[in-house]
């Protein structure tokens, strides 16, 4: 039994590599704004556990609040921050 090799028009590889490089390029894009987006969280929800820490305000750090602190980043702490300064803890 001998295989047959299908031909395929140039123009139709050409439109799926172009679509192949738009995703790579996209997913890079989302990736990076997510990567930056967590850091700035992590790192905002130690500064005000430092800073804050003299006024009352002390976030517990567990596998939550740093959840919280990477997926939403900045307004993840704002969140956390409010819930703490109205008397509710998440742990």
Same mark, same amino acid.
């Given at each position: 039994?001998? $295989?047959?090799?299908?031909? #395929?028009?140039?123009?139709?590889? !050409? /439109? +799926? !590599?172009?679509l192949? =490089?738009?995703?790579? =390029?996209?997913?890079? +894009? +989302?990736?990076?704004k997510?990567? #930056?987006?967590? /850091?700035?969280? /992590?790192? @905002?929800?130690?500064?005000?556990?430092?800073?804050? @820490?003299?006024?009352? =305000?002390?976030?517990?750090?567990?596998?939550?609040?740093?959840? =919280?602190? !990477?997926?939403?980043?900045?307004?993840?702490?704002?969140?956390?921050?409010?819930?703490? $300064?109205?008397?509710?803890?998440?742990?």
């Amino acid at each position: 039994m001998a $295989l047959e090799v299908l031909a #395929v028009p140039f123009w139709l590889l !050409a /439109v +799926f !590599a172009l679509l192949l =490089i738009a995703a790579a =390029i996209a997913l890079v +894009f +989302f990736l990076k704004k997510l990567l #930056v987006n967590a /850091v700035l969280g /992590v790192v @905002a929800l130690f500064v005000i556990n430092y800073f804050g @820490a003299p006024y009352g =305000i002390k976030i517990a750090v567990t596998f939550v609040t740093v959840a =919280i602190s !990477a997926l939403f980043g900045l307004a993840g702490v704002g969140g956390l921050v409010l819930l703490k $300064l109205l008397g509710t803890t998440i742990s």
